[in-house]
């Protein structure tokens, strides 16, 4: 397979990266000059060192955001749209080596990368449009005594926390609104993907962010060095994307200090196929909601659900689709899937494969790992899966289809909605009266009817029940990062 890239270009994006805590406008060492390294999940070698910050060091950070927010607050909000809209074009203009750059340090092909870094710098065009429609309101009150002034405020310094399955897009999404509505900022980035952000740190000074409104802190010890900032009480917002385990700990943490908070958390999407399907549109959608980020994404479905009548022809003809992908590494032309991040991932993958396979599931394609280096996992279907396999309950964040059967809708949305997460489901039905009945009773945040793919900048992102807390992105995005104030005007007329 011919190599588009050269290992010099992969040098140079690695070597133009900074490595650094990035705190008050400046980049500096860890205390104590400790690293960590940054791994190529395609190949197990060393990327790349950055700092690993102590709880000292993100408590300066903590220090710098403090400091930037009055300012940073009083700019007028088209300066602040407008810092957003150069980073937008920033990012657009280098989307090659950003992508490049993902692809080393996370391992999806390089035509995903693409795709992230346009869908993360999205969110910096929309929330730059969004800082100046930022609206309040002016009432008489119900005994005409009164008046009533609203207006809404940035809510402070954030903290964020960010996993490493989209290491541009998950910050993006909150930095945006941030910058935004007013708010200065920590971000800690997951340590297994911490490049991507250090170049969206680099790109958003270029673009004029303003030093000490976004603080970027490395670090091995996520635990150790968040904790004392969520506790310390200067912060007032908490946002994080990541593991429910992880979420049900930091609110418990905010609570202290009664932190405003958003959370993204873990889901367990499943993707129902009714029997009047359109089954070549809901295998091309499968392979989306499937395979997007070789499965490693909140929203990949985790459960086919799929209409006795039609199991058999479209388990056929997904297997075909996911036999037939490319896998290997990601910069490498052709490739279709990557590694996953890391052993870990991959030897959790195939423990719910042999689970279901223990418990009677047929394998229609693939089950396997692929010899290393690196972590690859075949493309894999699994038929006859029974409902309570681990691979129905748990996150597999793999690039594993298990289908299930059902006889009627009813059947269909109860195993649906047998779940404590609640973050996407995916139906697909050519009768309109089905599809907005079962729409309407899904537990979800979002629905994707007759599509694969629910991410975009400019609609409401987020989940009910176990899966979060808050939207991300659309019109409610930057509600997330503002207080409402409401003054009462004493009014003798
Ligand atoms: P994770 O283990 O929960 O980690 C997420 C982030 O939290 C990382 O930055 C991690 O740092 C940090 N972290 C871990 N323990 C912490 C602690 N005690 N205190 C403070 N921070 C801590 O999740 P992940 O494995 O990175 O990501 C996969 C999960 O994210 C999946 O469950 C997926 O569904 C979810 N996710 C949800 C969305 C959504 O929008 N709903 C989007 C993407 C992913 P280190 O990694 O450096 O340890």
């Given at each position: 397979m011919a190599n588009s890239l050269t290992p010099q270009d992969e040098n140079r994006v690695v070597e133009a990266t900074p490595t650094g805590l990035f705190i008050g406008g400046?980049?500096?060492?860890?205390?104590?000059?400790?690293?960590?390294?940054?791994?190529?999940?395609?190949?197990?070698?060393?990327?790349?060192?950055?700092?690993?910050?102590?709880?000292e060091d993100g408590m300066a950070a903590l220090d710098a955001a403090v400091a930037a927010q009055a300012d940073f607050a009083a700019m007028p909000p088209r300066e602040r749209g407008?810092?957003?809209?150069?980073?937008?074009?920033?990012?657009?203009?280098?989307?090659?080596?950003?992508?490049l750059l993902m692809t080393l340090e996370m391992g999806k092909p390089l035509a995903e990368a693409k795709g992230e870094i346009a869908y993360a710098a999205e969110f910096f065009r929309w929330f730059g449009e969004e800082a100046v429609r930022i609206d309040g309101g002016y009432a008489v009150a119900p005994n005409g005594a009164s008046r009533f002034l609203v207006h809404k405020q940035p809510v402070g310094v954030c903290l964020f926390v960010t996993p490493w399955n989209f290491p541009a897009a998950m910050g993006s999404r909150k930095i945006g609104p941030a910058v935004a509505a007013g708010c200065a900022m920590v971000i800690k980035p997951a340590d297994l993907?911490?490049?991507?952000?250090?170049?969206?740190?680099?790109?958003?000074?270029e673009a004029g962010l303003p030093p000490g409104v976004l603080n970027i802190v490395t670090t091995s010890d996520a635990g150790g060095v968040m904790e004392p900032l969520i506790r310390d009480g200067r912060a007032r917002k908490l946002s994080f994307t990541g593991s429910t385990p992880v979420g049900r700990l930091?609110?418990?943490?905010?609570?202290?200090?009664?932190?405003?908070?958003?959370?993204?958390?873990?889901?367990?999407?499943?993707?129902?196929?009714?029997?009047?399907?359109?089954?070549?549109?809901?295998?091309?959608?499968?392979?989306?909601?499937?395979?997007?980020?070789?499965?490693?994404a909140c929203t990949a479905a985790n459960r086919f659900l799929?209409?006795?009548?039609?199991?058999?022809?479209?388990?056929?003809?997904?297997?075909?689709?996911?036999?037939?992908?490319?896998?290997?590494?990601?910069?490498?032309?052709?490739?279709?899937?990557?590694?996953?991040?890391?052993?870990?991932?991959?030897?959790?993958?195939?423990?719910?494969?042999?689970?279901?396979?223990d418990r009677g599931a047929s394998v229609v394609v693939g089950a396997e790992a692929v010899d290393g280096p690196g972590y690859f996992y075949r493309p894999t279907v699994l038929?006859?899966?029974?409902?309570?396999?681990?691979?129905?309950?748990?996150?597999?964040?793999?690039?594993?289809?298990?289908?299930?059967?059902?006889?009627?809708?009813?059947?269909?949305?109860?195993?649906?909605?047998?779940?404590?997460?609640?973050?996407?489901s995916y139906l697909y039905t050519e009768n309109l009266d089905r599809a907005l009945r079962v729409a309407e009773r899904l537990e979800a945040g979002m629905v994707g009817l007759n599509t694969g793919?629910?991410?975009?900048?400019?609609?409401?992102?987020?989940?009910?029940?176990?899966?979060?807390l808050g939207r991300e992105g659309g019109r409610i995005g930057i509600e997330e990062f503002l207080e409402t104030k409401y003054i009462a005007i004493g009014f003798s007329g």
């Open positions: 400046e980049w500096r060492s860890a205390t104590g000059d400790r690293t960590l390294t940054v791994e190529d999940p395609s190949t197990g070698k060393p990327l790349s060192n950055v700092a690993d910050a102590t709880p407008e810092i957003l809209r150069r980073a937008y074009e920033i990012m657009t203009a280098r989307a090659d080596d950003l992508a993907t911490p490049l991507s952000m250090q170049m969206i740190g680099a790109i958003l000074t930091l609110l418990e943490q905010c609570a202290d200090k009664v932190l405003r908070t958003s959370m993204e958390l873990g889901g367990n999407a499943p993707f129902l196929v009714f029997a009047d399907a359109d089954l070549d549109k809901a295998v091309e959608g499968a392979m989306q909601a499937k395979m997007r980020n070789m499965g490693e799929v209409h006795r009548s039609v199991a058999e022809p479209f388990a056929q003809k997904l297997a075909e689709r996911m036999g037939a992908l490319t896998v290997g590494r990601g910069t490498e032309e052709g490739v279709q899937v990557g590694p996953l991040v890391d052993g870990k991932g991959r030897d959790k993958v195939d423990g719910l494969v042999r689970d279901a396979v038929q006859d899966v029974p409902l309570d396999a681990r691979l129905g309950t748990e996150e597999i964040f793999g690039p594993v289809a298990p289908i299930s059967v059902f006889d009627d809708d009813d059947a269909a949305l109860a195993a649906a909605n047998d779940t404590e997460f609640g973050l996407v793919l629910v991410s975009n900048p400019a609609a409401p992102f987020g989940g009910i029940k176990q899966s979060g």
